[in-house]
């Protein structure tokens, strides 16, 4: 069970040499402990089999979420923790929000966290990368309902050029090898920005959503393959509707250099995107999967770094430029992390 905040106490009251006492029991502490704690979570709901806690940093200095109960006060924290009671007895946690924008699922046991969802990164034509968008504030309900679904509402913002002050996200009740979060919102322009779209092959002009992982090696990856499906025929006969073939496309990331790493990808045949850990070494990490419903317009690109493999997907009939106050795009996507196994593939990278 998450510890709640802990408890002050005065040890000072009727004793004249009180502060030398307090003096030296702090010493005692910072000998102890290695200093006082920074870092502490507060529990903020516990409803159903859900339970959400805050966590504080003093670092931050009351920066990151705003997270209200209901309808209490609001408070400030740098993460949330989203724990679920899956034997009646045990809390796990499922999922973590970042005040930087990271969403951060997790399997149960014997699970492990791994890579994270960010939303809303695009390349600026003066500030080049710009994003991700941060979830500003959030409000827990009261209660969770008897479907056990966790409906929040709140914001999000990248601090410079995007905002949304209409965001819905919904935490499905976790199963042991899928956890699924829906998010809903509306982007619009904070002020009159520009999409650089110089390099229209890479398919990086605007990240609708991206997932990210550590790939040390080609041994050592949270996620080692990417899979996307395309359409490779489509006729339509009017009254009869449509005939359509789709193709699984996957890229191992073992046989890929340091760069960009679809070479012209196709637009997704469904909604669909995988990064996936196809066995449980080096580390028992899920595989990640977004559904990206809206916007429309939706190619798959991604980037092998030092250490980390970025896969987005790329919003390409984004406009060249925006001004302050103009609607950007509504987005509807799942985020998903599901268990690792061995991935089917039509067709495999050469």
Known sequence: MPRGPLRSFDISRGNPYAWRVSYLFFVALLLLTGGLPAIAD?????????AVDGVTDSVTNGAGISVAV???????VAELKFFYNFDGVN?????????????RPALPPPGEVGGAFQLGSYQDCELGLVGPLAVTNLVLPAQVKNNGILQMTGGLANGTSLRSRVLTLKLFPPQTDLIRVDVRCRLVATRNFCV????????????????TADYLSATNADNDLIRYVRTTEKICLGLWGCYVRHQSDCFNLANQEPGYIINAPHPLGNPWLLLAHTSTVPRNTPSLQVAIRSPSGIRPQGFLGASTVELWGNWWRVRKSYKTGQSVLAMNCSLEALTPRPIGCDWVQP
Do not use: E
Not at 42 to 50: A, E, F, Q, V
Not at 70 to 76: M, Y
Not at 196 to 211: E, I, N, S, W
């Open 42 to 50: 507060t529990n903020l709901l516990t409803s159903g089999r859900w």
């Open 196 to 211: 650089d779209q110089t390099a229209p092959a890479h398919q990086d002009k605007f990240r609708a959503v991206t997932m």
């Open 91 to 103: 809390l796990v946690q499922v999922f973590s929000i970042t005040g930087t924008g990271a969403f």
């Open 70 to 76: 209901g309808k209490s006060a609001s408070v400030k």
